[in-house]
């Protein structure tokens, strides 16, 4: 029986030191991509970094960065669940503020302010860990190959179980110049949002309300993250 059992182990450490080695491979070739698109890009990007509970409330926090360091934080607090109010209040809106200057990392919530380059060491920190058994690492990446995951997590926890590692929901390119690109959203109306404010709420309210900004009709969800754009981008004039 325990020459049984010494097998059994034996096959799972083999099993889990190959996992690790592959993890490894994979994430230095992730990197090697990155670093060739960081050129090209000019060190102009931003990503996301998002976190939701299963109970439905949330962050999330973008980082900005130019010429490979880091010039700006957002962040914003949802909630997927609607809150009971009394007839014509609103409902209250999440936490959101923005960061820049001499200003950045004032916050204490929100992701650190690492670039992508930092996010790749500590990943690298992550696949080189041996874990205990109780334990498990997922490593992830997008359809450019660049990292999108590299975390490790207790199998002992069931709902909201932490995370220790890295965690990214999108990464969007800028050109040389400076000039970002990528996915454009637009409004009900076909007017197209500003890029730079990324994703609208996927989940929103079913009532309809005129759009501030002259984005047309949509939900006061919509509304409220329209309007908290605005509002941020005419503070950093």
């Known amino acids: ?45 931003s990503y996301k970094i998002r976190w939701s509970s299963f109970t439905g409330f949330g962050h999330e926090t973008q980082i900005l960065v130019q010429n490979n360091k880091v010039v700006e934080r957002r962040y914003r607090a949802f909630s997927n669940q609607p809150v009971l109010v009394q007839p014509g209040q609103k409902q209250p809106q999440g936490e959101t503020w923005s960061e820049k200057g001499k200003d950045l990392g004032t916050h204490k919530k929100g992701a650190p302010l690492k670039t992508l380059d930092e996010l790749y060491v500590q990943a690298g920190q992550v696949v080189k860990r041996k874990l205990p058994q109780h334990e498990r690492r997922y490593v992830r990446f997008d359809k450019q ?45 076909g007017k197209p949002y500003p890029q730079h404010w990324g994703q609208p709420p996927r ?35």
């Not at 889990?16 to 990007?45: E, I, P, R």
């Open 203 to 237: 989940i929103q309210t079913r009532d309809l309300v005129p759009l501030p900004g002259g984005y047309g009709r949509g939900s006061g969800t919509l509304a409220r993250w329209i309007r908290s754009n605005l509002q941020r981008d005419a503070k950093d004039k």
């Open 1 to 45: 029986m325990i020459k049984r059992i010494l097998i059994v182990l034996s096959a799972t450490f083999a099993m889990t030191g190959a996992q690790a080695a592959d993890d490894q491979a994979k994430l230095q070739a992730s990197q090697q991509k990155w670093l060739k698109l960081k050129q090209k890009c000019g060190g102009n990007y």
């Open 145 to 189: 190959g660049l990292l999108r995951s590299c975390f490790t997590v207790d199998t002992r926890i069931a709902d909201d179980a932490p995370t220790k590692g890295v965690t990214i929901s999108s990464i969007a390119l800028g050109a040389a110049g400076g000039a970002k690109t990528g996915k454009v959203y637009k409004a009900p109306n």
